[in-house]
Structure formats: structure tokens, C-alpha cells
């Protein structure tokens, strides 16, 4: 499988910038064809969508596009694609609609390693149903969250599980299958935060077996909205609050007001991107593309966080936390002597972007130990090379007092 990096960072306008970015987990660069997409269809004749003028029947494309090329991303049915301004709106739209049908002494369950965006929803949802929250805790030394921490608490009164497919705090993975076929076997649907999850892997849904998979393109070259995958039937039994003239069709019937679509041209522009950085086969079908491409990527990154894992490990004064079995390349690292602000800072002087913080897992940074200050993060994307690591491992070193 041949992967070009080289390649892949031509395509990306911001890196000529210089900086070496590890800050992708908080939001990736984009690629040129993306920008030119949006671009396209800010520029074109562009109505509501519809089928009796160019402009209307244009609006319309886009949005079928985008839905046909996220079920193409993620294995999915593209009647159940739906597209909102973030995952946390799509996740607090979700909740409420599904809190309705919630009764007091109903149970939701929970992760400490979920980003805020995976908890808080569900939370606050619960309270207005009268509904118990339960927490699965993961553990603290190597960051897994077992099947059996979410398994301990469901009970035959669950009515939903919501988990991260990938930790953004520790790059964690877990055992998705296992957790939904628990989940199942006691009769509670799955909510998955795919959205760390989404640009370091192959993603199938089906295979995954989630009920609801949410993710944001912007984490994966794409423009600054969320995506919630989910079978047109469920979706359908689901009531969200809705002006009166809009439609009651699924999935429109989830997407309040009208879809922004530049940035929908922008997510079918992300999708094929994607689907190009492997070498292309003649006859392939999109989602064949992806799968090679994506194989390429996880491959390329992950001889890059080995890579970095070990040399950083080996800096004194650096401690790495959790070493899941099953991680994206994302690391977690607190640096002697420096808070993680000022070694975000530090770092920035020499062109190297790795933020501090807890990055809104908080819950997941307060059970490691690190409260809400957390730590410093270096996140891998598919355009980082060994110079960045160079440049990021040799900033690092400076950094420990
Ligand atoms: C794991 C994870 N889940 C959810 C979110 C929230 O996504 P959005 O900004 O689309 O609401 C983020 C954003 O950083 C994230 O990293």
C-alpha cells in the first residue's frame, strides 16, 4: 500500500504556512478542493432546494451528494445521514427527542473518558425525564475502557448507551462491538461519539452494529459542521421539535432551518479527497477507495505515534498518560516544571502547534488525575511527517525544566 505524504501535504494550502501541526484532533487543516467546492457553490446559482429551476434542482444535488458521500465515509444508509451545525447540536437534538419517550426510573449510561459533547447531552436529558444516570469508568493507568466498566452498569431499565468510539483526551479505542452487543442484550440503544474516531480509521457502522453514530467533518479536512448517521426507522420513530411548514420527511425532519450548502459541496469534496489518497484502482467503488485510502492512513500513523511514543517517553521530565492497547495517534503528556498552557506556548514560538487542556473531557482529565487543566496534546494527522515530529520532539525537550 503506497502512501505519499508528500503528496497529501501538497494538497493543503495551510502548511505553507510552516507551522507542524498537532492540533488536528481539535479541528484538521483542509484541502484545497474542499476550499474550491465551498467556493464553487457559494459562487453558482443557488436556491432552496427543488426540482423547477437549475438553481433549486443544484441545491437539491448537494445535499443528496453529501448524504450519498457520508454513507459512503462511514457504511451507512445515506436516507439516514443528517447534517446539523456540530455534533453537540445533533447529539442535544438527539437526546431531547429521545428523552420524550424516557419515563422516571429509566436509565442512561455514560463514559468518564467521553468528550463533554457525549455526557453532558444525555445528563441533562435524563434530568428532564426524571431518568438515572450511571458512569462507566475506564481505567486510570492505561486508559481502556472494558466492556465489562460499561456492562457493570446497564441494567434491564437502559434505555441508551452513549460512548466515544476514540477517546480525544487519550486516544483510547474501545471495543465498540462488544459494548453495542451488551448494550443490545439489555435492550438499550447506542449512541457512538465517533467523532476522534472517524479520521484515523475505516469506519462501518453496521459492523459496529451503533444505533446512532455521530462525527464532524472538520476533524477530517472537511468544513465546520456534524453528521449523525442512523437507521431511517429509528430516526423515524423519533419526534423532534419542528416548525409546522417544515417537512416531517426523514432525515429532514432532523434538520432545523435551512442546510448550509456550501459547506454540504464541501463535505462530498472532503469525502472524495479522501478517497484519492490511496492510489486509485480502476473499477473500485467510492467506499472501496476509502477503505484503501483509510488503511493507508492508519498505517502511515501509526509508524509515526510509535515512533513518537518512544521518543518522547525517553525525554526526561515527560510522562505519558494511558497506553490503551488500541489508540489513534493522539498522546497525551505532561512536561516537568511547565503548566500545559505554557508549554502550548512554548512550543508555539518554534512552530509547533500542540495545545494544552482537558479539551472538553473533562470528566475523562479530573479521573486521570489532571483536573481541568489537563495536559498537552500531540495529535497525528495523515499530512504529518517525521520532520514535524522532529520539530515537536526537539520543542518538547526544550520545554522540561
Ligand atoms: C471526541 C469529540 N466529540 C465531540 C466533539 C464535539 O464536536 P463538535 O465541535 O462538532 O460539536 C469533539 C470536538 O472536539 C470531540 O473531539
Redesign the pocket.
Known amino acids: 500500500m503506497s502512501f505519499d505524504v508528500e503528496r497529501v501535504r501538497r494538497a493543503f494550502p495551510a502548511l505553507e504556512e510552516g507551522a507542524a501541526h498537532f492540533d488536528g484532533?481539535?479541528?484538521s487543516q483542509v484541502p484545497r478542493q474542499v476550499a474550491d467546492a465551498v467556493a464553487a457553490t457559494l459562487t453558482a446559482g443557488i436556491a432552496n432546494r427543488g426540482s423547477v429551476t437549475t438553481a433549486e434542482q443544484r441545491a437539491d444535488a448537494v445535499v443528496l451528494d453529501a448524504r450519498a458521500s457520508m454513507a459512503d465515509l462511514l457504511g451507512t444508509d445515506p436516507r439516514g445521514v443528517v447534517f446539523g451545525?456540530?455534533?453537540?447540536?445533533?447529539?442535544y437534538d438527539v437526546s431531547r427527542a429521545l428523552a420524550k419517550q424516557w419515563a422516571n426510573g429509566d436509565e442512561v449510561v455514560v463514559t468518564r473518558l467521553?468528550?463533554?459533547?457525549?455526557i453532558r447531552p444525555w445528563v441533562q436529558s435524563a434530568e428532564c425525564a426524571g431518568a438515572l444516570v450511571r458512569w462507566a469508568d475506564f481505567d486510570r493507568e492505561t486508559g481502556e475502557l472494558p466492556v465489562e466498566a460499561v456492562n457493570s452498569v446497564l441494567t434491564p431499565r437502559t434505555r441508551l448507551v452513549a460512548v466515544?468510539?476514540?477517546?480525544?483526551l487519550l486516544g483510547t479505542r474501545p471495543d465498540l462491538e462488544g459494548i453495542v452487543a451488551a448494550a443490545h442484550q439489555a435492550g438499550a440503544l447506542v449512541y457512538v461519539?465517533?467523532?476522534?474516531?472517524t479520521p484515523h480509521t475505516t469506519v462501518d457502522v453496521a459492523t459496529i452494529g451503533a444505533d446512532f453514530y455521530?462525527?464532524?467533518p472538520?476533524?477530517f479536512f472537511g468544513p465546520?459542521?456534524?453528521v449523525l448517521a442512523a437507521d431511517p426507522q429509528l430516526l423515524d420513530s423519533l419526534h423532534p421539535d419542528k416548525l409546522l411548514p417544515a417537512t416531517n420527511a426523514v432525515p429532514e425532519r432532523f434538520e432545523a432551518g435551512t442546510l448550509p450548502y456550501e459547506l454540504l459541496a464541501g463535505v462530498t469534496a472532503t469525502v472524495n479527497f479522501i478517497a484519492d489518497v490511496a492510489e486509485s484502482t480502476p473499477d473500485a467503488s467510492r467506499r472501496e477507495q476509502i477503505t484503501a485510502s483509510m488503511t493507508a492512513v492508519e498505517e502511515h500513523e501509526d509508524r509515526l505515534l510509535s515512533r513518537l511514543e518512544s521518543e518522547l517517553s525517553s525525554i526526561g521530565g515527560v510522562t505519558l498518560h494511558g497506553r490503551p492497547s488500541r489508540r489513534t495517534p493522539t498522546l497525551l503528556f505532561s512536561v516537568r516544571g511547565a503548566a500545559p498552557k505554557q508549554v502550548h506556548e512554548f512550543l508555539a514560538t518554534k512552530g509547533v502547534n500542540a495545545p494544552g487542556g482537558s479539551?472538553?473531557?473533562l470528566e475523562a482529565s479530573r479521573w486521570l488525575g489532571l483536573g481541568d487543566e489537563g495536559a498537552v496534546r500531540a495529535g497525528l494527522a495523515p499530512y504529518t511527517n517525521d520532520d514535524d515530529i522532529d520539530r515537536l520532539l526537539e520543542g518538547v525537550a526544550l520545554a522540561v525544566r
Open positions: 484532533p481539535g479541528g451545525r456540530s455534533m453537540t447540536q445533533l447529539t467521553d468528550h463533554d459533547a457525549n466515544t468510539g476514540a477517546s480525544n461519539d465517533g467523532v476522534h474516531l455521530a462525527c464532524s472538520y476533524k465546520h459542521l456534524g479539551f472538553y473531557a
